[in-house]
């Protein structure tokens, strides 16, 4: 809610009118930051508003927007006392505890502040959009979480038995804390494990599965039935695959969490993948492709007709990256379909279908569907098997943009995986434009990255070049709080490629294996997953062992 204290400061300055500041004041939402409205003001200068406050309360202006903060002082507020006192942690020392604010009458609430760190504290003014930087890295804590929990139901009936079991408010709470915590941090996915005699629930978190409770085997059943009757599936039936979706606003944003089940020896497996659409990556510049990388693949989607795949294992990042091409493609005057198993994300102006296979929507069914639907532009989720190939390949010939994946080791496979598939080397070559190859590499944990003794031998047997070798310096976290003790925090995309050169489509049509058509790709300066491996070691932002694992099958 907008302070009235603030607006008064706000209008001694002039820069904004009070007529611009009543629609801000009559906000009623407590868990909206309004000040922040004053950025969507055309005429409205924070910084140079920021700096006429700070001389006029006689406190220090720090512009803070590339300011290093450290994590551990930002976890030193919550984000709903963070939203109370307009205040953040930039530092921490023996004597105080400094805190960034936007609004300087909040130092009149210096006492109670001091009271919440249990410690002194200082004030420095930043501008309005340097302190929401800061604070959008703030955290909620589960217990913040859970009073922000809605369940959002779609129009689909639900079962008429979903009261076979007894869910009680217990099991009802531990659920949402269950979510509440994957949501904070970060997992892409949630196990929901029985066994014999124990029960236990694992979250993945930057690739690797972590297990987080073992709650009582009692509590299994009416676990796994309240996820069923949350995702809309079916109770009574458990010995079949169901899968169902979860739609939760948590802290205030949407989030879908995908459910599978699956019927095992001593009960039903639940898995749930995230699905947060504030986290996806659209802008195609921030995917972490290098730059030769990039104009490659941006060439080719810009190409009025062919096709551009996308190849990797599941969880690498291969939706995003489609995601990413087609926003770019999105305009007013391009008609975008796309066939998916599931849907993950809704994006405004693209022509979304669900992949239904009981019913007959196949991914050939609907590619044939779009076909006559004058498209421009066609993404399908996966080139599974021949049809579909066939069908993708066919549009690509006619003047039809699309977009795929394919699961194989490196972007050279794929192509040889086309022509095994049953399509012609001369249809390949004629209809495909880029392949893209990729992995997701754990990102090294900033708060307790050191430097890692490696030996040049070592180095020079990853694929480093003995030159480069002696002038790498090669880092990996401690483990500490902020990364769960396993030095790594967040994950880094490598990619290989793939350019469909002169010289490659000659050996494609010359039925050449994958290794030979890889050998001619590097030479037109195509860079390996293992190449872009090592320069992320180079760089500073993964360790040796991921890169290593992450190209384990390239031989070059």
């Not at 993945?204 to 809309?232: C, E, F, H, N, Y």
Request: hydrophobic share 40%; aromatic share 6%; net charge neutral.
């Amino acid at each position: 809610m907008f302070r009235k204290e603030f607006a008064e400061v706000i209008s001694q300055t002039g820069m904004v009118p009070v007529k611009d500041l009543r629609p801000l004041l009559l906000e009623k939402d407590p868990l909206k930051i309004s000040e922040l409205d004053l950025l969507n003001l055309s005429f409205f200068d924070d910084v140079k508003f920021a700096k006429q406050l700070a001389e006029k309360y006689k406190l220090t202006f720090i512009e803070l927007t590339k300011a290093k903060i450290k994590e551990r002082t930002i976890k030193l507020i919550k984000k709903g006392d963070a939203i109370k006192f307009r205040a953040m942690p930039i530092q921490k020392s023996a004597k105080s505890v400094t805190l960034a604010i936007y609004d300087p009458t909040i130092i009149e609430q210096k006492t109670e502040l001091q009271a919440l760190f249990q410690h002194p504290v200082e004030f420095i003014l930043t501008n309005i959009s340097a302190w929401k930087k800061i604070y959008e890295r703030a955290t909620e804590s589960i217990e913040e979480l859970l009073g922000t929990i809605r369940e959002v139901r779609g129009d689909e009936k639900k079962e008429d038995n979903i009261k076979e079991e007894d869910i009680g408010d217990e099991v009802i709470l531990l659920v949402n804390k269950i979510l509440a915590e994957a949501f904070i941090r970060k997992a892409s996915d949630i196990h929901v494990e029985p066994y014999e005699k124990d029960f236990r629930i694992r979250f993945r978190i930057d690739g690797s599965l972590d297990v987080v409770q073992t709650p009582d085997k009692k509590l299994m059943l009416p676990i796994v039935s309240r996820l069923k009757i949350m995702a809309q599936m079916d109770i009574s039936e458990k010995r079949k695959p169901q899968d169902g979706r979860i739609k939760l606003m948590v802290g205030n944003k949407p989030i879908d969490y995908r459910v599978s089940s699956l019927p095992t020896l001593f009960g039903e497996k639940i898995v749930l993948r995230l699905l947060d659409s504030s986290n996806l990556q659209l802008d195609m510049t921030k995917l972490g492709m290098e730059a030769r990388q990039l104009k490659v693949f941006q060439d080719a989607i810009n190409q009025p007709y062919g096709m551009c795949l996308v190849t990797g294992p599941t969880g690498s990042g291969k939706t995003t990256t489609l995601y990413s091409a087609i926003a770019e493609l999105n305009k007013v005057d391009t008609n975008i379909s796309t066939a998916e198993d599931p849907v993950e994300f809704n994006l405004m102006g693209i022509n979304q279908v669900n992949v239904k296979k009981d019913i007959g929507l196949t991914f050939a069914a609907a590619l044939k569907s779009f076909l006559r639907q004058d498209p421009d532009i066609i993404m399908v989720g996966e080139i599974r098997d021949f049809e579909v190939g066939e069908i993708a390949v066919e549009a690509a010939l006619t003047g039809h943009l699309v977009l795929s994946t394919l699961h194989t080791n490196d972007a050279a496979s794929t192509v040889t995986r086309l022509i095994n598939m049953g399509i012609e080397p001369f249809l390949v070559v004629a209809a495909l434009n880029v392949v893209v190859a990729q992995r997701l590499c754990r990102r090294i944990c900033p708060e307790c990255k050191d430097e890692h003794k490696v030996s040049i031998e070592e180095l020079v047997a990853c694929g480093i070049a003995p030159s480069s070798a002696e002038k790498i310096k090669v880092y990996k976290g401690r483990g500490c709080d902020y990364c769960g003790g396993s030095g790594y925090k967040g994950r880094v995309a490598i990619y290989e490629v793939l350019d469909m050169t002169p010289l490659v489509k000659e050996l494609v049509l010359k039925h050449a294996s994958a290794d030979e058509i890889k050998k001619q790709a590097i030479k037109d300066g195509m860079k390996t997953l293992r190449m872009t491996a090592l320069t992320k070691v180079a760089q500073g932002m993964t360790t040796l062992d991921e890169a290593i694992i992450n190209s384990a099958a390239d031989k070059f």
